[in-house]
Structures are given as structure tokens and as C-alpha cells.
């Protein structure tokens, strides 16, 4: 265990934040998709303020953005910090009540607002390895929120260490925390140009020295089914009910294979993950993940082909299925420009973390920001169990992420020393 000096304020920012409710909403069609988010956006428009950021805006479509001033002359470009501020949808995230469960001692944890949620090395082998350090956890109704909340309080603790040590030299810097990332709609079609970075890194990702450039490619099905309603008293050759053709669809696309619960490693997934409706009428979303485009590709193709052929079967009815792309594969374009990544581990092999990339099998703001033009990997926090009730966060591993993001300033205004990047 290394703690550092930034455990203690991480620690009191992240419980902080994290009794914020940010959870984003996707069936809003405003921006951020819920107003509670404003809540922590304008705290950290306060904050950012009295630490002597400049420039600090809250822009219309809800990302708070911010510049940390180059204390050096350099021609090095401008680098970006981001994290996003919401809370998944797919649990409660309301009346958070963090915990911090003090020198962990390698046991179990037991929830204290539901003691049937328990959090086991048995079931999270990378706990064992914070033995020693400080574990903050939710109570066990709501999930924590560390996710991305850890990301927030490990940038806004860089930044205030900067503004104080303006004798550490970097270049100009540049700060955003984004709305609605949960939903995939984090990355503002405004934000790259207003960000004006050349390179970028979310604090978002997991375990100690992860520095990703690989992520899945992601996108939405819609299907909407519209049946034939009549009085079920009199509905014997009349009746055409949505919620069975549902069920046809579910029942029609594999379970045994292609699924989350079935899949890992580099292998993608159609995950249905809401479905509503009645019998008139249902809808049914999925999303469909994999780390190569003609993979992600045949998979629209399937879904499409299932309700095509459901919709053989019964043509009173109107099926229609919707494919919207989300994010795609960072790695597409950084494996074109690895300077973000290789400074990234050179500044975690110089604070004493060992770096490694592995895929990570979801997305982050990055995964659009490099789509977008602007190369953005993704920093360790330490979160964990993300987007449940056993989610948890070492605040020492956020103490190591801090000091990675301040030496990875430093190195690239040294970089800028030797020439144009």
C-alpha cells in the first residue's frame, strides 16, 4: 500500500459528490437528460472558481469546462482532462450514503442498509489486493456513484494541486466535466472544439495502472412492434398481441451464445436491456457491443433479419427496427499516434505504478472524443463493480491516479521542450 497526499481530500471529494444524485435518463430529450445533474455541475463551476481556474463556463448543453494556465514556455499542445458527472440509470442512485471502510483488512464487507449484499474477495479477487487501504462503498440500497465521481474529485484535486505549485512546469491545460456519458450522449457535438485540446484523457477506467486505448465499438437497436388492439371478450381472430411477437423476437436470438452473461474477452453481445409496452404496442432496446465493426455490423444485421422474420409470421402487425450507432473502437485511431498512451504509462512507470492496456469491454466520452478528432485514452480511478450496489473505490488508488495526471502534465511540456508535436 502507498497512500499519498491527496488521499484525504479525495477521499472527502468523493463522498461529497457522490450524495449528489446525477442519475442521467434516456428517455429525456433535454440536456443534461436530468436536472439534478446541474446540481453537481454548478458546485464544480464554485469550486474550479475558488481554486483560480480560469475560464471556467458552464456551456448550454451542460459540460462544465475550465483551464489550468501553462506555467512554462513550450510548444507542447494543449491537453485535456474530462470525466462525466452522471450516474447510470440501471440502479438506484438516489439518497447515496457512502462509507469508508477504514485500513481494509482483506474480510468481508457487509452492507449495513441491506446485509444481503456483502462484498467478498471471493467474488472481487482485486479487492484482496487493497488490503491496507481505505474502501469506500455505498450502503447497499443505492449504487455508489464512483463511477464517475472518482474521476471528478482525482481532476479537481490535480487541478488545485497546480493552481498552488505554479513552479511545477507544464502547458496549457484544459478541463471538462460532461453530462449524460452513461447514456451515450456525454460528447456534445460543441465539445472538441470547445475543449480546444489536441490530445485528451477521460479518468474513468479501473484498476491501478490500466491505461486503455481500446474499447468496444457501440450501437443502439430500437425495435417497436405495433399490434392490432381490440376487447379481449371479442378478440378471436381480431386480437394481435405485441408483447407475444416480443417474446417471439427474444426467444428467436441466441441465449446460449452472444449475450453478456455468455460472453467475455474479446467476444461482443446483443444485451436487450429495457423492454416495455402493452398489447398494442411494445418496445424493446438492446445494445449491441464488439471490438471490430464487421462483427458489430452483422449483429444489426441479425436483429434486423429476427424481426423481419417475425414479422413474416403475423402481417397485421408493424414491426420496425432502428440501429443507431453510439461510440466506436479508440483504438482505430490511436494506433495511428501513440504518444497520449506511451506518456501516460511513462508517467505511471515514474510515480512507481506499473502501467498496462488490456480492451475494456464498455465505452467512455473518449471513445467519441477520438471519433471526433481529439486521440483521448483512459486514466485508472479504481472503481469497481460499477453500476450495482457493491460498487466500491480504494481512495488510494485514486491518490496514485492524481499523481499520474500531474506528472502526465509535466511530461508534456517537457515533450513541447524538444519541438512541434
Aim: hydrophobic letters at 40%.
Amino acid at each position: 500500500m502507498t497512500r499519498t497526499q491527496f488521499d484525504r481530500e479525495l477521499e472527502e471529494r468523493l463522498v461529497r459528490y457522490c450524495k449528489i444524485d446525477t442519475q442521467a435518463d434516456e428517455k429525456s430529450s433535454t440536456a443534461p437528460s436530468t436536472a439534478i445533474q446541474f446540481d453537481l455541475l454548478n458546485l464544480l463551476v464554485e469550486e474550479l472558481t475558488e481554486i483560480g481556474a480560469q475560464e471556467v463556463t458552464l456551456t448550454g448543453y451542460g459540460a462544465v469546462l475550465a483551464t489550468i494556465p501553462a506555467t512554462m514556455e513550450t510548444s507542447a499542445p494543449v491537453i485535456g482532462f474530462l470525466a462525466h458527472v452522471d450516474t447510470a440509470p440501471a440502479f438506484h442512485a438516489s439518497s447515496v450514503k457512502p462509507i469508508v471502510h477504514r485500513a481494509y483488512d482483506g474480510g468481508e464487507i457487509v452492507l449495513p442498509d441491506d446485509p444481503a449484499q456483502v462484498l467478498s474477495p471471493k467474488q472481487s479477487p482485486y479487492l484482496l489486493t487493497k488490503v491496507g487501504e481505505d474502501i469506500v462503498t455505498a450502503s447497499g440500497t443505492t449504487l455508489l456513484g464512483a463511477d464517475d465521481k472518482a474521476g471528478v474529485a482525482i481532476i479537481m484535486a490535480m487541478a488545485k494541486h497546480l493552481l498552488a505549485h505554479p513552479e511545477l512546469p507544464h502547458g496549457k491545460l484544459r478541463i471538462a466535466f460532461t453530462p449524460d456519458e452513461e447514456i451515450g450522449r456525454g460528447v456534445h457535438k460543441n465539445l472538441p472544439a470547445d475543449l480546444g485540446a489536441t490530445f485528451a484523457y477521460t479518468l474513468d477506467g479501473a484498476d491501478l495502472g490500466e491505461i486503455v486505448y481500446e474499447t468496444f465499438s457501440a450501437d443502439k437497436a430500437t425495435v417497436r412492434i405495433q399490434g392490432v388492439s381490440t376487447h379481449p371478450g371479442d378478440a378471436e381472430g381480431k386480437l394481435v398481441n405485441a408483447l407475444h411477437l416480443a417474446a417471439k423476437i427474444i426467444d428467436t436470438l441466441p441465449h446460449v451464445t452472444l449475450t453478456p452473461e455468455t460472453t467475455s474477452g474479446r467476444k461482443g453481445f446483443i444485451h436487450i436491456y429495457q423492454m416495455s409496452g402493452t398489447a398494442a404496442e411494445a418496445e424493446m432496446n438492446f445494445i449491441l457491443r464488439d471490438f471490430e465493426m464487421e462483427h458489430l455490423e452483422a449483429q444489426g444485421r441479425l436483429i434486423q433479419q429476427v424481426c423481419e422474420a417475425i414479422q413474416a409470421t403475423e402481417p397485421r402487425a408493424r414491426i420496425t427496427c432502428t440501429i443507431t450507432a453510439q461510440y466506436r473502437n479508440m483504438r482505430y485511431w490511436l494506433e495511428d499516434d501513440m504518444r497520449p498512451v506511451e506518456l501516460a504509462r511513462e508517467a505511471c512507470r515514474q510515480v512507481g505504478v506499473e502501467p498496462f492496456s488490456i480492451p475494456i469491454r464498455g465505452g467512455t466520452d473518449g471513445s467519441r472524443l477520438t471519433e471526433m478528432g481529439v486521440p483521448t485514452p483512459n486514466i485508472f480511478t479504481g472503481m469497481k463493480n460499477i453500476h450495482g450496489p457493491l460498487e466500491y473505490n480504494s481512495v488510494q488508488d485514486m491518490g496514485r491516479a492524481t499523481e499520474v495526471c500531474i506528472k502526465l502534465a509535466q511530461l508534456w511540456g517537457a515533450a513541447g521542450l524538444n519541438g512541434p508535436q
